[in-house]
């Protein structure tokens, strides 16, 4: 009873502190969503539901700390019941087989693929043989036609022959699952097409959506024509959120030098916009005596500011990132109308709850977890500097201390979810920010909007000329760090359980009043020790079988050097290993003719069969007790002399992780780490053809 007192007694001296917990017990609810192996049924649901108003109505009948550990329980019931309702929601069909053939749908988007290809985002698709209930709503096809697509009107008809597949599930068991990142975006289909795309039909009643999406394309091109290369590119993305221009070389530089997060509509961007449309507008109003005497100047500029902001959401796409910015930025300025304080740990909660509700899938995304890491660290920081003496009173040396302990800090909270998610750090990344940051607040951003002022007559030109030689600058900077010497440390992926510990700790640092805070560093170090103590699998299969890869030491030994790339590049990347795919195909493990490579590990022989020339000599080498990994089907042999991974294996099971053990090798499939969900249990229904 005496620890229940104390521990009560602690949570009673935290009131006044406790909402932003709320998102974290929201977000905890979401995450035992997605850590479900089995989609909850009808009967589950009704009874968490039940449940969840039993705790919220016992929560509002006790005051005390009982209440409010009701409370929590409430919004953790709240969040496991706000993941399930949204994956129901956006439950559309999925492709469950290749296809090949007709493609027709409509043009609502356009990017870049991770090979540098132009890619088509089509809904309203039509597929032949394929009846409209069984179709998926939205489908994405990269174009590897060596002719030159024209750039169409978003809202046009487009038809192609093209491949298209389900969404590919990990690349190793517990890796990414982009089938579910596809389910959230209702995609039900991936492929390819080498043919060029032609227009059925212009665009037509479009609407609100393909309007505005049509005057992002045209934004975006006139911004590339006006600003010439790469940094054309680098500025329409800026603007616009159109990536396409981009080239992947690019890409590196600013991730190495992390300087990756300008490209992102998000905070910093938004921020950035709406406090200068802000601070112009008051300025403005302020010049006029008889508005600035008569009427609440401040709180004009601030819906000055909030319909700034609306506008680039929309021009920008409406990507996560930047709904989250703007729903974090639409907080304060609320907090403005309302004479509040608008950077406070409250705000920053309030925006983390909206953006759970509308989107609790944004909790297992990167830029969910580092946005709101850089920006709480960067609120409570702020907030202990505000009141001492030092840092009191303006001028250039405070604004320079602003801008370095601000780009640290934001380094220092995003640092271990960025090295969690891509493997990576980039060692120079605060010089890259100090030399670039302050560009994109004092050039970039008010260039664009002066533009889209000086637009109407004619004199865009003139801010967007400003803009290019800040790009310039920026692209240089990332280029130049992204060549020093050991400017990215290669880092190995953690266990499910490290993010988090780490997440925890930091919260419990940041949000707790009182000495139990401490606590939290120590919650730190233990996420760090999982980390470190973290093992790679010794044996990776790829979800195809076509690939196998053998952790050797001096790193994973792949059994070729070409097919299933992007399974190899992640595999590599999750190592935390530089060398490419060619280098890791060279090292020695693996060895025989094309179609038929043997290896030899830790008391495992290991056959990798692909083509037809390996399927024909397969029964040759099925002796008792090797495995064999093969990329077709085969035909079983009597008596089961060999342990068989082929193409019907592998499309029940997915990729494959084998750790060897004191007791012998322990498989781990990805099937198994992925249970069965909505966006990975197909339906049950004959092909059609």
């Not at 949000?511 to 606590?519: I, Y």
Request: glycine share 10%; proline share 7%.
């Amino acid at each position: 009873m005496t620890l229940i007192r104390q521990w009560a007694q602690a949570v009673e001296a935290q009131r006044g502190y406790l909402f932003p917990w709320a998102p974290v017990c929201l977000a905890c609810g979401i995450g035992s969503y997605f850590a479900l192996l089995v989609e909850p049924g009808r009967i589950t649901v009704a009874t968490l539901a039940i449940v969840g108003i039993a705790l919220c109505i016992g929560a509002l009948r006790l005051r005390d700390a009982r209440g409010l550990a009701l409370m929590a329980g409430c919004l953790m019931v709240a969040g496991l019941l706000l993941g399930i309702a949204r994956a129901q929601s956006v439950a559309g069909p999925v492709l469950e087989y290749r296809y090949y053939g007709p493609i027709e749908g409509r043009l609502v988007g356009l990017d870049r693929s991770s090979t540098d290809r132009k890619r088509l985002t089509l809904d309203r698709v039509v597929l032949k043989g394929i009846p409209p209930q069984d179709t998926p709503r939205r489908v994405r096809v990269s174009l590897h036609a060596k002719t030159e697509t024209p750039d169409f009107t978003p809202g046009s008809v487009l038809i192609l022959t093209g491949h298209l597949s389900p969404p590919p599930g990990p690349a190793e068991p517990g890796g990414f699952d982009f089938r579910r990142h596809a389910w959230f975006l209702g995609l039900g289909g991936v492929g390819y097409t080498r043919t060029p795309v032609l227009r059925l039909e212009r665009p037509s009643n479009t609407g609100p959506a393909v309007w505005i999406t049509d005057l992002r394309f045209r934004i975006s091109a006139y911004v590339r024509r006006s600003i010439p290369g790469e940094a054309g590119g680098f500025a329409a993305a800026v603007l616009t959120g159109d990536r396409s221009g981009v080239g992947q070389e690019t890409l590196a530089n600013l991730r190495a030098s992390n300087l990756a997060h300008l490209l992102a509509i998000s905070g910093l961007h938004m921020g950035l916009l709406t406090g200068f449309v802000f601070g112009a507008v008051r300025v403005g109003l302020a010049a006029v005596p008889y508005v600035a005497l008569r009427y609440p100047i401040k709180k004009c500029a601030a819906l000055a500011a909030f319909a700034a902001g609306a506008f680039y959401l929309a021009l920008s796409g409406g990507n996560v990132a930047t709904e989250r910015a703007f729903i974090m930025v639409a907080v304060m300025l609320g907090a403005v109308l309302m004479d509040r304080r608008a950077l406070t740990l409250r705000a920053v909660a309030m925006a983390a709850v909206l953006i759970l509700i509308w989107q609790p899938e944004s909790l297992v995304s990167p830029g969910f977890q580092m946005s709101f890491a850089a920006t709480t660290a960067l609120v409570a920081v702020f907030a202990w500097l505000r009141d001492k003496p030092w840092t009191r009173g303006r001028g250039p040396v405070q604004a320079a201390a602003s801008l370095v302990i601000s780009s640290a800090v934001a380094g220092l909270a995003t640092a271990p979810f960025g090295a969690a998610h891509f493997n990576q750090i980039a060692q120079f990344g605060l010089i890259a920010n100090l030399t670039t940051v302050p560009l994109m607040g004092a050039l970039v951003i008010p260039s664009a909007v002066i533009a889209a002022v000086l637009a109407p007559l004619g004199l865009a030109w003139i801010p967007l000329e400003v803009m290019r030689w800040a790009c310039q600058w920026i692209l240089g900077v990332a280029e130049m760090v992204a060549g020093f010497d050991a400017s990215v440390i290669k880092v190995p992926a953690p266990d499910a359980q490290v993010l988090p510990l780490l997440t925890l700790g930091f919260l419990i640092f940041v949000l707790w009043h009182g000495r139990a805070r401490w606590a939290g560093p120590a919650v730190v170090l233990a996420g760090f020790a999982f980390w470190f103590a973290a093992e790679r699998p010794a044996l990776l299969i790829s979800p195809t079988g076509g690939m196998v890869g053998v952790m050797t030491q001096d790193g994973r030994a792949l059994s070729k050097p070409s097919g299933d790339r992007f399974v190899a590049r992640v595999w590599l990347e999750n190592d935390g290993d530089p060398a490419a795919m060619q280098a890791a195909a060279e090292r020695p493990l693996f060895s025989g003719p094309r179609g038929v490579r043997t290896a030899e590990y830790g008391g495992l022989v290991l056959h990798h069969i692909t083509g037809k020339s390996g399927a024909a000599a397969w029964p040759g080498v099925c002796t008792g007790g090797s495995w064999v990994i093969s990329s077709v089907r085969l035909d079983p042999l009597a008596g089961d002399p060999c342990r068989l991974f082929d193409a019907s294996v592998l499309s029940e099971s997915g990729a494959v992780a084998v750790r060897l053990t004191d007791e012998g090798p322990k498989l781990t499939t990805a099937a198994e780490q992925s249970g069965r969900r909505p966006w990975n249990t197909p339906r049950e229904r004959p092909r059609p053809f």
